[in-house]
Structures are given as structure tokens and as C-alpha cells.
């Protein structure tokens, strides 16, 4: 019995995100790797400086950056696949070269190619997920980029603890669980060929039967006479022709159109964001914070350890329920959730530092950490991907999420590089930044964020167009019914792309009847 359209097309997404495995693993591997003795050896006396520790973890993020400079045009060009297994190549090159480096300038040039490749996978695989989604699950398949990234931490914090436990003061230490990170990487270049390419990429390219062939593959177990299949290609042709009366797209247009400059705003502060919660700051230089605590390196990976499973369950309560509760609340209750715990963090630290005797003030700070990433995962971290693959149309999608992720890897860089500088000059009032921030991003989302649940891709520039720049208050504010995109497209009760201006994008019951009978008269 064949399987499901909607799980088949979960399965697809699921490999396309192999990437973030290799993602996560980075974010749980680097702090085990630094605190290894052997490492510090073979990196030489240049390690003891606090800035070149900094870089090596944030040249890895840095890369990432640079790696969505060709994204918007070798994903536009060759499409989805091929460029997520161009990165997946890039990246097997940087990690070769950190697993077997022998001194500093070769393990700084390897995680910059690693991050280069991780920076094209990781922007590439939830707007390939977005395209090829049904729009009820979409929140489900996006979100599985961080679901996949907390797998890549989990296996990398356990691998770090076993090594640091088992071969400490060796090379195997260090080589082994930067070697592991090679391995996901393998079969997804193997076998991403394999999977659909993305529908809307082919339709944007003029290959409406090879457009309407993946679609049917992926949500009509291959038949292309579907109601639904077809309902979706009118979507997407009349979007597209509606975009070619607009022009071929340009950067330009991202930010001279005020709803793709709105997109492009929420998208880059949504991303900044995320770093400023304190995320990165906790994965890097967990051994630092925790020891400060009173924790020795092997207590402190333990607890890295515990973590991981921690944020894996959170991970796994997003992709479960995203697509019922919604984008705004949970990045609003997930950003004060983090803001609450740094700042009982900040409090321990400040009156309970590890030269304290006090075991009980010290593991309530481990709980608060656990707390902290418990939130993350379920909330912040997820749709931090999610949001911004999903907001923008189909000729403006690659370029703009390659401009948005660039804020995630320069915020990230930027933490990566000031945080063992702020530890060492103004101890725990670093946490006071997070703490702060956790409130104000809660604050931001609540005022700007249109709710995108339940509705069609196509429709995207009609929301960002007519919803207020303030949300509260409005319909835009509420989570619509997840299935609803669904029921118009089965029932062609929905409005394609380029007759939103003439019927309203309001769904009101009478609007929706109107919308319906212009459609039948259109096929007609």
C-alpha cells in the first residue's frame, strides 16, 4: 500500500535537511573541541589569545555568511537540489580539512569552508521545504530544519562527553568528533537527486509539465489529474503571470516595494534576533560559563549532553503542534520564556558564582539553562527558519532568504566573537543583554508580525500588502484554520494570485462566494 502524500512529502523534506545535522553537530562539537588538552597543543601558543579562541569558533558562522552570496543565484539557476548538493560538497572539503588539521591555519580555513557550506544547505533546505509542502503541514516540514539541527547537537554532545571521558589527552580526543561530521553529508549528496525538485522552481522556469509531474508525485501518489494538483498549478501559473507583468526580479525590488521591504525587515530582524537571545553564547562557550560556576570541562559536557535531549523533545513539541498554534505565540511566550530565564541566571551568577559554596544556587543554574533551551527549541529556534521561507512569492524567494539568513550568521559571528571578551571584562552583567533582549524581541513580534498559518504561498503578497503595519488587534493577528488553504484549493474556492486586486483578500464568508464565482468564470 503506498504511503501518504502528506508523510511522503514529509519524508522529502526530512533528507533535504541532512544539512542541519551537520549544522547542529558544529554547535554541539566546539566546545568539547577547545576544551580538549591535546588541541590546544597541536593549535600552538596562539590558542591562549582570547580574540584567535573567538575566531575559531566564529569563522564557522562566518562562512556562513559568505555562502548566501551565491545562493539566490545558483538556486534561481540550477535549482533547489543541485545547490544544496553543492553545499554539501563545499562542506565535505572544510571538514576533511579540520579533521586533519595540524596547526591553526588549517583548522581556521576548514570551518570557514565548512561554514560556507553549511551557510548555502541550511538557507536552502526550508525554502525547498516550503515549496514542495502542503500548506497544513508546512510549519510541520520547515520546522524539521531545527528538529534535524538538535539531532546534530544531541549526537555531537554525547560523541564529545564519550571522547572526553574515554581518550582524553589524545588526538582521537578532538579528530574523531570532528571526523563524525563528515558523515551526513555523504548521502545527501548521494541521493538528493532523487527527491522531487521543487514544483514552483520548475513553473518559474516555463516547465509547467515537469512543474505539474512533481506535484502530482508529491501530493497525488503521481496522478496529474488531481483536483488538487491542478487547483495548485492554476496558483502558481497565474502567480507567475501575475509576476511577469510586474518584471524580472531584481534586488532592487526587495527593497523599492514597501510589502517586500516589509518582508525583508521582519525577515532580517527575525533572524538577528535569534542570537541575541543568548543562544549561541550557551553553545560555544559552555565550558567557560558553567566552569565560572564551579563546574569542572567533563561535568560541564555531561550537562551539554543533558541539554541536547532537552532540546530535541522541544524540537520535536514545535513540529508537532506548529501548524495548529500558530507563528506569533509561540516565538512571543518562547522569546519571554528566554528573557526570564537569564535573568534568574544573571541573578545566580551574580550572588552564587563558583566561588560560592553553594551546590544548590549552582545546579538551579544549570536548570535554568535547560529551561532556557527547552523555550528555544520549542519556539524561537525553529520558526526563526520557518517565517521567513514562507513569507515572500516564489520570484523573490531565494534572494530574499539568502539576505535574511545573512542576519543570523553575522549576529551569530558577532556573539561568537564578543562573548569570551565580555566574560572576561564584565563577568555575569554579559547575561543582563539576553535577559533584555528576550523581552524586547517578544515585544517586537507581538506589534509586527502578520500570522501566516493556513494560507497558500500564492497568497503571501496579498497578506503583506493589505495587513497593517501593526498587528494587534486585527485578523492578522490569529492563526486562520491550518486546513483551509487546503479545502479552496480542493474545492476552487480560492482566488489566484493575480485577481486578488479585483476581488479583496478579506475571507469572509459573502468575499469568499464572490472569489469562487469570479475563478469558475475565469476557467470558463
Not at 565560572?292 to 532537552?310: H, P, Y
Request: with cysteine; aromatic share 14%.
Amino acid at each position: 500500500m503506498p504511503i501518504s502524500p502528506k508523510v511522503y512529502t514529509w519524508l522529502c523534506g526530512l533528507f533535504a535537511s541532512l544539512g542541519s545535522i551537520i549544522f547542529g553537530y558544529d554547535l554541539g562539537v566546539i566546545a568539547g573541541v577547545l576544551a580538549a588538552d591535546d588541541f590546544k597543543h597541536v593549535m600552538g601558543p596562539r590558542f591562549d589569545n582570547p580574540s584567535l579562541l573567538g575566531l575559531i569558533t566564529s569563522i564557522f558562522v562566518l562562512g556562513c555568511f559568505f555562502g548566501m552570496i551565491p545562493v539566490a543565484y545558483v538556486a534561481d539557476f540550477f535549482g533547489r537540489r543541485k545547490t544544496i548538493q553543492f553545499g554539501a560538497l563545499i562542506y565535505i572539503f572544510g571538514g576533511a580539512l579540520q579533521t586533519g588539521a595540524r596547526n591553526m591555519d588549517y583548522m581556521l580555513v576548514g570551518r570557514f569552508f565548512a561554514g560556507f557550506g553549511v551557510g548555502i544547505m541550511s538557507d536552502l533546505a526550508p525554502l525547498y521545504q516550503a515549496e514542495i509542502a502542503h500548506p497544513s503541514i508546512r510549519g510541520r516540514l520547515i520546522t524539521l530544519q531545527q528538529f534535524m539541527l538538535g539531532i546534530g547537537a544531541f549526537c555531537a554532545s554525547w560523541v564529545t562527553y564519550g571522547c572526553s571521558a574515554g581518550l582524553k589527552g589524545t588526538q582521537a580526543e578532538w579528530r574523531i568528533p570532528l571526523g563524525i561530521q563528515l558523515m551526513p553529508a555523504l548521502p545527501l549528496i548521494s541521493f538528493i537527486l532523487f527527491l522531487p525538485e521543487s514544483p514552483r522552481w520548475l513553473a518559474e522556469k516555463g516547465r509547467f509539465d515537469e512543474a505539474t509531474a512533481a506535484l502530482a508525485r508529491l501530493h497525488a501518489h503521481g496522478n496529474t489529474k488531481d483536483d488538487f494538483v491542478l487547483s495548485q498549478m492554476e496558483d502558481i501559473k497565474a502567480d507567475i503571470t501575475r509576476s511577469k507583468d510586474i518584471g524580472a526580479a531584481s534586488w532592487t525590488e526587495l527593497f523599492n516595494v514597501p510589502s517586500n521591504f516589509r518582508r525583508l525587515a521582519l525577515g532580517y530582524i527575525l533572524q538577528f534576533s535569534v542570537q541575541m537571545t543568548g543562544v549561541s553564547a550557551i553553545q560555544y562557550y559552555s565550558t567557560t560559563i558553567f566552569t565560572t560556576m564551579g563546574f569542572d570541562a567533563t561535568r560541564v559536557l555531561l550537562f551539554q549532553s543533558i541539554n541536547s535531549i532537552i532540546a530535541l523533545i522541544g524540537e520535536a513539541c514545535c513540529v508537532l503542534w506548529v501548524d495548529s498554534t500558530g507563528r506569533r505565540l509561540p516565538l512571543i511566550v518562547g522569546n519571554v520564556a528566554s528573557g526570564l530565564s537569564f535573568v534568574v541566571g544573571s541573578i545566580l551568577m551574580a550572588r552564587w558564582p563558583g566561588a560560592v559554596d553553594n551546590n544548590a544556587a549552582h545546579y538551579i543554574f544549570i536548570i535554568t539553562t535547560w529551561v532556557f533551551n527547552f523555550f528555544f527549541s520549542a519556539c524561537i529556534g525553529p520558526l526563526s527558519w520557518a517565517y521567513p521561507a514562507e513569507i515572500y512569492s516564489t520570484r523573490t524567494r531565494a534572494k530574499a532568504t539568502a539576505l535574511t539568513s545573512s542576519a543570523s550568521w553575522i549576529s551569530n559571528f558577532f556573539i561568537a566573537e564578543v562573548t569570551p571578551i565580555a566574560f572576561g571584562h564584565i563577568g555575569w552583567k554579559y547575561y543582563l543583554v539576553f535577559a533584555i533582549c528576550g523581552h524586547t524581541n517578544a515585544l517586537f513580534v507581538w506589534a509586527f508580525f502578520p500570522e501566516t498559518t493556513g494560507r497558500r504561498l500564492e497568497e503571501m503578497d496579498a497578506l503583506f500588502e493589505d495587513s497593517p503595519l501593526f498587528i494587534p488587534g486585527t485578523q492578522y493577528a490569529k492563526a486562520q484554520d491550518r486546513h483551509a488553504a487546503e479545502r479552496e484549493l480542493r474545492e476552487g474556492t480560492f482566488v489566484p494570485a493575480n485577481l486578488t486586486e479585483r476581488v479583496g483578500y478579506e475571507q469572509e464568508a459573502g468575499d469568499v462566494k464572490d472569489s469562487a464565482e469570479i475563478v469558475h468564470e475565469e476557467k470558463r
